[in-house]
């Protein structure tokens, strides 16, 4: 890899990790998408999954979606990581996904050795491999986590670590899925 770039993503890494871990100090008083927004436009956002084929947000429609941009690399995203499984495995279906979006440079491989150690189980893996899904969705720290609703819109927008099964916090989410 050339070194340049190398540098430019610890340094992005680095950015990333600091505005992560202060706005989830802040946050964690008022929880997770604990103020409510009107439902904005998502940026369009490409991914493909562990056997490489592309998707977009719009194949989740009809679901409320839980979008949380996540790295090997974030301590605070490889902490949430297992809660987030719990989550997808207690409330994912037909009216709700959890889908976790690495933005890893090494791609499907480092995220399958992850979910390997922890035991993630319910979760697919997904790759953005531009490495470049924070920025079009105007996150300033990993983690980074939206809330979408059935139309493909933003309802909710949390940045940090979270305990996603936490009883208050699937209550939330489970009004999210019954208000639509």
């Keep these: 890899m050339n070194p340049r770039i190398a540098l430019a993503a610890i340094a992005v890494a680095v950015v990333a990790v600091g505005a992560g871990a202060y706005v989830s100090y ?3 008083a008022t929880g997770p998408f604990a103020r409510q927004v009107a439902p904005k436009a998502i940026p369009e956002l490409r991914f493909v999954d562990e056997a490489g084929r592309a998707h977009t947000l719009a194949d989740f429609r009809g679901k409320v979606v839980l979008l949380n941009v996540w790295a090997t690399w974030c301590e605070p995203c490889r902490e949430e990581m297992p809660a987030l499984d719990r989550l997808q495995a207690r409330l994912g ?11 890893d440079l090494q791609g499907a491989p480092i995220a399958r050795k992850f979910y390997s150690e922890v035991g993630i189980r319910a979760l697919p893996i997904y790759i953005d ?11 300033p720290g990993l983690p980074a986590t939206l809330l979408v609703d059935r139309q493909g819109r933003e309802v909710g927008r949390h940045l940090g670590a979270v305990k996603w099964d936490a009883p208050e ?3 939330r989410l489970q009004r999210a899925m019954a208000a639509e």
Excluded: D, Y
């Design 26 to 28: 802040w946050q964690k």
């Design 93 to 103: 279906g037909e009216r709700f996904q959890v889908l976790t979006l690495s933005v």
């Design 129 to 139: 491999p531009t490495a470049k899904a924070a920025f079009v969705l105007g996150a």
């Design 169 to 171: 916090v699937m209550e």
